[in-house]
C-alpha cells in the first residue's frame, strides 16, 4: 500500500460536498477536543502519535476498510508516520499535508450571488477556522470586508479576475484572528477603512469607517454602505451591499450573536448589542441576505457551501433575537461566556499594530476555534 | 543551569522526532535518573508532558532559553510501594507551626521545578558525602515526591547520630501550598 498525501483543499471539498471520511487525529486528547477538521459525515478516531510508535495493531479493528481513512496531525510528520505504519499494515492510507496548520490557514472562496452587468459577491470560507471574508467585484474594481492574513489569496483571486482592489474594510478590530487588510491595501495601493472608535491605540494609518459611508464599486456603482452596529466592539460597523446582501461582522451570526467581552468588559457594551440587534437591525429589509464575519459549527454551511441566510429567518429562527426580556438578555450574553479564543489579547495587540510575530507565530497564535459567539 | 544525568540533542528535529529520540534514549536509562531533552520543536512541550504521562516517566518542567526548549524527565515515576521504615513522621499541616530545616531529598532539577520556599535541596544519593552541611542540632524534616526517598534518607540520617529527623508525608506530590520555582 502507498500512502498519499492530501491537501488542504481536497478535505475542504469534502466538507463541502457533504462527502464520508474517517478522520485518524494522531494529536494531544486535549488539542482534539479543543478543535478538529469538522465535516457533516465525517468519523473521528483520536490516539495520539506517541502512543502509536510501538505499531498501530491496536487501533486496526476500530479503522474502517470500506472508507477513506485520513491521518491528521498538527503539522504533519506525526501523521506521515502514522500513515506508512498503516501503509505497512495493508491499510490505505492518507495524511493531510501540513497538517492543523494548513487546514487553519485553508480558504475556499465561493461565489454567493450575481451582482448587476457581470458583478460578483464571493464569500471566502476559511473552514479550519470559521472565519468568512467578502470580495465584492464589478467591472474591474473590488472590495474587500474583513480579509484573514492570507493576503495573497484575496490579491490573486482579484488579479485572476481582472480587478483592481479599491476598498478595503475590517468591520471590526478582530480578536479571533489576524486581519489581512491594511496588507492587502499597502500593496495593492487600496483605501483601509476602520471604524474609529475600535482604532484609538492602532499605531498605523487608516480611514475613518463611520455610519453612513458610502463607496460604489465599479461603473455600475455598487453600493457598499456603512451601518454603524456596536455591541460586539465598540467601533463594529455593518454593511450593506447592493440593497440586497447584510454582512453583519461578528454582530450577528446565523445561529448565535456576537460576544460583548473580547475587547473589555461584557456589562459595558451589552446595552449597544442589545440597541444594534434589536432596533437597528429591526428596521432594515428582512429580505436582506446575512452575511457573518463567523460561522461556529458546520450545520451553519449551505449545501453550496456559503453561510448566508435571510435576516428575516433569523428573526424568527436565533436564538439571541428572541429574549425579549432584556434582563434576560444581559445574563445570556454576560454569564455563561465561552471560553475567550486562543491569544485574543496578543491578536488584538498584532491587529493594531503593536507587535508583528513571524509567521509561525502567527500561526501558533490563530490555532483552534474562533469562539467569538455567544448563544 | 538544572542538573540532569543525561541529555539528549533533538534540536531541528520536527515532530514526531522529539518524542521518538526521548523514547529510545529513555529505555537505556536506570529508574529515577534525569534526561534532559533538547527540542526547538515547539509542540514537543505539550507531546513529551503527555506522553510521559501515558507511559508512567515523571516530567518535571520545561525551560525556554531563546529557541531552545529544555525539558527535563525523570524515568519511571510509579515508585513501589515500599513498607516504610522510619517511623517519625509528620504531615504538612502539623509542619506549619514548626522551626527546623525542610530537606528536599529529590533530584536537582525535580527541586528546580517547584519546592517548599526555604527547603535546602540535597538529593538522596549525594547525602552521605555532604551530611555534614546540616546541624545535628536542627530539626530536620525531610521531603521527597511521595516519601520513599525520604524514608531512606531519613533512616540514613538517624544512623549517622541525626536525633531530631522527621520524614514529611505525603511528600510534594500531596502539597497543596505556595511552591517556589529556581533554574
Given at each position: 500500500m502507498t500512502v498519499q498525501k492530501w491537501t488542504a483543499a481536497k478535505v475542504a471539498r469534502k466538507v463541502i460536498d457533504n462527502e464520508e471520511l474517517f478522520i485518524l487525529d494522531v494529536r494531544n486528547e486535549d488539542a482534539f477536543q479543543d478543535w478538529k477538521i469538522e465535516g457533516h459525515k465525517f468519523e473521528y478516531l483520536n490516539v495520539p502519535y506517541f502512543e502509536l510508535l510501538d505499531g498501530v495493531e491496536e487501533i486496526l479493528p476500530q479503522l474502517p476498510t470500506d472508507k477513506e481513512v485520513l491521518v491528521v496531525c498538527a503539522k504533519e510528520g506525526s501523521s506521515v508516520m502514522v500513515a506508512e505504519m498503516l501503509a505497512e499494515e495493508g491499510r490505505e492510507a492518507a495524511y493531510l499535508e501540513g497538517g492543523m496548520g494548513s487546514w487553519s490557514s485553508y480558504l475556499e472562496p465561493v461565489k454567493v450571488a450575481n451582482l448587476d452587468n457581470g458583478g460578483e459577491l464571493y464569500q471566502f470560507v476559511r473552514l479550519g477556522k470559521g472565519c468568512l471574508s467578502y470580495m465584492v467585484i464589478s467591472e474591474g474594481e473590488a472590495a474587500i470586508v474583513d480579509?484573514?492574513?492570507?493576503t495573497d489569496d484575496f490579491i490573486n483571486f482579484a488579479k485572476d479576475k481582472g480587478a483592481k482592489i479599491k476598498h478595503v474594510f475590517d468591520t471590526h478590530l478582530h480578536a479571533d484572528h489576524i486581519s489581512g487588510g491594511r496588507h492587502i491595501a499597502a500593496e495593492t495601493g487600496a483605501t483601509y477603512y476602520l471604524p474609529p472608535k475600535d482604532a484609538t491605540e492602532v499605531v498605523f494609518d487608516y480611514t475613518a469607517l463611520t455610519d453612513g459611508l458610502n463607496v460604489k464599486v465599479g461603473a455600475s456603482k455598487i453600493d457598499v454602505s456603512a451601518l454603524y452596529t456596536p455591541?460586539?466592539?465598540?467601533g463594529s460597523t455593518s454593511f450593506i451591499i447592493?440593497?440586497?446582501?447584510?454582512?453583519?461582522g461578528d454582530i450577528l451570526f446565523i445561529d448565535s450573536i456576537g460576544r460583548?467581552?473580547?475587547?473589555?468588559?461584557a456589562e459595558d457594551w451589552v446595552g449597544d448589542l442589545r440597541e444594534t440587534l434589536y432596533s437597528r437591525y429591526r428596521e432594515?429589509?428582512?429580505e436582506l441576505v446575512v452575511l457573518p464575519?463567523?460561522?461556529?459549527?458546520?450545520?451553519?454551511?449551505?449545501?453550496?457551501?456559503t453561510v448566508a441566510r435571510r435576516l428575516g429567518e433569523l428573526f424568527k429562527e436565533n436564538h439571541g433575537l428572541n429574549i425579549e426580556d432584556e434582563e434576560e438578555f444581559r445574563r445570556t450574553v454576560t454569564?455563561?461566556?465561552?471560553?475567550?479564543?486562543?491569544s485574543h489579547e496578543r491578536i488584538r495587540q498584532v491587529n493594531m499594530g503593536k507587535i508583528i510575530p513571524d509567521n509561525d507565530e502567527q500561526t501558533e497564535m490563530e490555532i483552534g476555534p474562533n469562539r467569538c459567539a455567544v448563544r | 543551569m538544572i542538573k540532569a544525568d543525561h541529555h539528549l540533542d533533538a534540536k531541528g528535529l520536527a515532530c514526531p522526532m522529539p518524542v521518538v529520540k526521548t523514547k529510545k534514549a529513555i529505555n537505556d536509562l536506570e529508574e529515577g535518573v534525569i534526561l534532559e531533552v533538547q527540542a526547538t520543536d515547539k509542540g514537543s512541550k505539550a507531546d513529551l508532558t503527555a506522553w510521559a504521562s501515558s507511559v508512567g516517566h515523571q516530567y518535571l518542567g520545561t525551560v525556554e532559553e531563546g529557541d531552545v526548549l529544555y525539558h527535563y524527565i525523570r524515568k519511571g515515576s510509579d515508585e513501589p510501594k515500599v513498607e516504610k521504615a522510619f517511623e517519625r513522621i509528620i504531615s504538612f499541616e502539623e509542619l506549619e507551626s514548626r522551626d527546623g530545616l525542610i530537606l528536599d531529598v529529590r533530584e536537582g532539577a525535580e527541586y528546580a521545578f517547584g519546592h517548599i520556599g526555604g527547603a535546602k535541596s540535597i538529593p538522596l544519593g549525594e547525602l552521605e558525602s555532604r551530611?555534614?552541611?546540616?546541624?545535628?542540632?536542627e530539626e530536620i524534616y525531610v521531603v521527597c515526591r511521595t516519601g520513599n526517598r525520604s524514608d531512606l534518607a531519613a533512616q540514613l540520617l538517624a544512623d549517622n547520630g541525626f536525633t531530631k529527623v522527621y520524614n514529611v508525608l505525603p511528600g510534594m506530590n500531596g502539597w497543596n501550598g505556595k511552591i517556589t520555582k529556581e533554574f
Open positions: 480579509a484573514v492574513r492570507f455591541g460586539h466592539t465598540i447592493d440593497d440586497q446582501f447584510l454582512l453583519t460583548p467581552d473580547l475587547a473589555g468588559l432594515l429589509a428582512e464575519a463567523h460561522f461556529m459549527i458546520i450545520d451553519e454551511l449551505n449545501e453550496n457551501g454569564d455563561n461566556l465561552p471560553p475567550q479564543p486562543n | 551530611m555534614k552541611e546540616l546541624d545535628k542540632d
